[in-house]
């Protein structure tokens, strides 16, 4: 079966959230994480490939390699269309890296012009004249203006963008999109005769995704978030069946996350209020030298193997910046990164069965410490939030990478809780 389109995705949660796009369009969909190479094998009869990099917040260059490597291995495996999947916050800054990584992906392709759009309706993700909505808050005025990494204080995202590339930017507004496939065709060649390389659209709902989708699906490169690329999916017709093996039955069930966010925050107070087990780890004490590893580890064989554990590095925004006052903000996060990849391969060692972490680099220190490569991508727990499958030493894995924004308020307790049901 031949591939029908590639994704470079710039974090591992955001590839696992455009991945279950991509499934949900019907499309069997692998996920690969970190750049692949000659080595890098995808399950059988894919209709999607998404590679998963850590290039959100790495410097521009680095991001533009990476994604020029991870673009030319999806050549070869057959993508005709390539998909720049980013965070539905459009997180980046003036330096980079949505538009720098999108003027490598488009010039390689040679292609003149092309579409981006970060709405998440289902996330309450939305674009209107340009500006980019969270729920019914302008960005700016959301949590994300306090991101501890890339605080996003704009939120009109022709100005965004014309700041990250040389090239002009410019709008497909929410009437034109409602006009239909044809009329947004229409006005990307418009700007496209103009001279504009970049073109924004509105969108407020899955139906003008999938329209926006639909007049995008020549165009060899293509960007947004999963919205997009859900509404693009359902323009390819599937060739076979989506769905993945069961979920492993036996073993013990855990949490790790690393993540900041108001979500996260709940649902971890979420977890904590259920009387089931959780563990803070003090990142502090870990960079002092104090050994915060084999403490968490002497505390979860101590709890009851019936109950699925939470263990944490998540603080608020406070507790964040005092943290990053002592470290800076690269060494503390580093700090929490090797702490729960480290964490996670001994968690395997010891028979869990289900993963669930969250947190878009706490997701690529878990990968990367499991040595997971590939995975297949099966039932969603929550819009983009899906459980996926890997092959470990220690056997089966179940491993759900949850974007730190993503998820109900209940999800640590109603994925984990329960025993995992095999897939529909």
Known sequence: MTLRIGCIADDFTGGTDVAAAFRRAGLRTALVFGTPDATTALPADCDAAVVALKSRSTPADEAVADSLGAQRWLWAEGAAQVYFKYCSTFDSTADGNIGPVTDALMDAAGA????????????????????????DQLLSDS????????????????RLLSAQTPHQVALIDWATVRQGVEAVRDALVTHQQAGVQHVIADALTDEDLAV?????????????????????????????????????????????????????????????AAGLPSLHLDVLAAATGRDVTAEALTWYDEQDPELP????????????????????????????????????AHLVERGVRRLLVAGGETSGAVTTAL????????????????????????????LMLKSGNFGSPDLFTRALHAPAQEPK
Request: proline letters at 9%.
């Open 112 to 135: 003149a012009v092309t579409l981006h759009c970060p709405a998440s309706p289902p996330n309450g993700r939305t674009v209107y004249q340009g500006h980019l909505f969270v729920h």
């Open 143 to 158: 949590p994300l203006r306090h991101h501890p990494l890339n605080p996003m204080t704009d939120a009109a995202l022709v």
């Open 212 to 272: 926006i989708g639909a007049a995008a699906l020549e165009l060899p490169v293509v960007g947004g978030a999963a919205g997009l690329a859900e509404g693009l999916g359902h323009a390819y017709p599937a060739t076979g069946p989506a769905a993945a093996g069961p979920l492993p039955r036996d073993g013990r069930a855990a949490v790790l996350a690393g993540s900041c966010s108001a979500r996260t925050l709940e649902q971890i107070a979420q977890f904590y």
């Open 309 to 344: 554990v939470l263990i944490y590095a998540s603080a608020s925004p406070e507790e964040l910046a005092a943290v990053q006052a002592q470290l800076g903000v690269a060494e503390a996060a580093a700090q929490v990164e090797d702490l729960l990849g480290t964490l996670a």
């Open 371 to 398: 040595g997971i490569r590939a995975v297949l991508v099966g039932e969603e727990a929550d819009p983009g939030v899906p459980w996926t499958y890997a092959d470990t030493p220690s056997g089966d894995l179940a």
